[in-house]
């Protein structure tokens, strides 16, 4: 049987995988990872909650990008590479983070900085195997999360390198799309404008290091850019005409371009934002409108593949994705206004999707089930 978003030939439906055990504890340690950025984050946005470490909220950015997707991002590409030694890096991404989030702040930081460097191993090796132009976009990924993480390290703050966690992350899933376009018989001489514009989004955060304001625009600059190329060539433009799950995944991918957009237009206008709306605005709508809807697109082919459980598709899952950009539309209305109730209570709901999303995808399998019954 031949999946519809990947092409790639499967295993029939009835079979089920047998569940990889092994791969769990680092599963657990991105999910506990993922729990504490939350909480920190009903903290940030005001709310009577109570904190069991204030690393919950002080380390919000670096639980989510580094500890939750970070470790996310390296279990996949171990799994990919099959080798024992590369499972280091999402293990070292998922200990970082708890030890932050525990509040040991400088081992912490050191752990997490490890996974990013083990990434690149990672990455090396692979190229052994084989080149290409996204596999170097994927590479410059890994090294911003590392180069970002030694700045980290170095005694700059997490604002400072908001950047280098944007650029990992951009930089990930355009090279994971862009492999995918040459999958689909993109040309080379369009390949270049992707290329071009993960350049600008690299210089932009190494000018951020000493140059905040030009930095931070550049970065925007290279964001819109990226934004307008997947819009433009991304197989999500075809699929999305589809049904089933190759519509979910363009729905998921074609939202968060937009929202690309919108995080790199307010960054190339205001620099690195001082208003405190404008920056929230921004950096919600690059990592949670963006790379969110882009986990919830490729979670049902990827987490099949990593853990080998069963994820099928059913219609329920768009009730998270109503959820997460509706939610977001109103936490940037919020922000931009300075309508405080509005940003919180986008927040909260924000936050109530990602969850949902996990129900959501629980449910889809038993409502699959019983439909095949």
Do not use: K
């Not at 070292?92 to 460097?117: E, N």
């Amino acid at each position: 049987m031949e999946n519809q978003v990947t092409g790639v030939r499967g295993r029939s439906p009835r079979a089920v995988p047998r569940p990889a055990a092994r791969r769990l504890p680092l599963v657990v340690g991105a999910l506990l990872s993922l729990v504490a950025g939350l909480w920190g984050a009903l903290g940030l946005l005001d709310l009577a909650v109570p904190l069991p470490r204030t690393s919950f909220a002080q380390q919000h950015g670096p639980l989510m990008a580094l500890g939750f997707l970070g470790t996310l991002i390296a279990l996949e590409r171990a799994v990919a590479l099959g080798r024992p030694w590369a499972y280091a890096s999402p293990a070292l991404a998922g200990l970082g983070a708890l030890v932050t989030a525990a509040g040991l702040t400088v081992p912490g930081r050191l752990l997490l900085t490890a996974a990013g460097g083990w990434l690149i191993a990672i990455y090396i090796t692979v190229l052994g195997r084989r080149t290409g132009r996204d596999l170097t976009v994927q590479i410059a990924g890994a090294i911003a999360w590392y180069t970002g993480g030694m700045l980290w390290i170095g005694g700059r703050t997490v604002g400072d390198i908001v950047p280098w966690l944007a650029a990992f992350l951009i930089l990930t899933i355009a090279g994971e799309r862009l492999e995918l376009a040459r999958v689909a018989f993109l040309g080379r001489r369009a390949s270049d404008g992707l290329v071009a514009a993960a350049a600008v989004l690299a210089a932009g955060a190494a000018v951020s290091v000493w140059w905040p304001e030009p930095g931070w625009r550049l970065t925007g600059l290279g964001m819109v850019a990226l934004a307008g190329w997947l819009a433009r060539h991304d197989v999500a433009r075809r699929t999305i005409r589809g049904t089933g799950l190759p519509r979910f995944a363009a729905a998921c991918l074609l939202t968060g371009y937009a929202w690309l957009a919108a995080a790199g237009t307010i960054w190339l206008a205001a620099g690195r934002p001082s208003a405190t709306g404008a920056y929230d605005a921004a950096l919600h709508a690059v990592f949670l409108g963006f790379v969110m809807s882009m986990v919830f697109g490729h979670a049902p082919v990827i987490l099949p593949a990593v853990l080998r459980i069963r994820f099928p598709y059913h219609p329920v899952l768009y009730a998270p994705l109503v959820l997460l950009h509706a939610s977001l539309l109103l936490r940037v209305a919020g922000d931009l206004s300075g309508v405080t109730p509005a940003r919180a209570t986008g927040g909260v709901l924000g936050e109530v999707s990602l969850l949902l999303f996990g129900g959501c995808a629980v449910a889809a399998t038993r409502l699959a089930g019983r439909e095949r019954s």
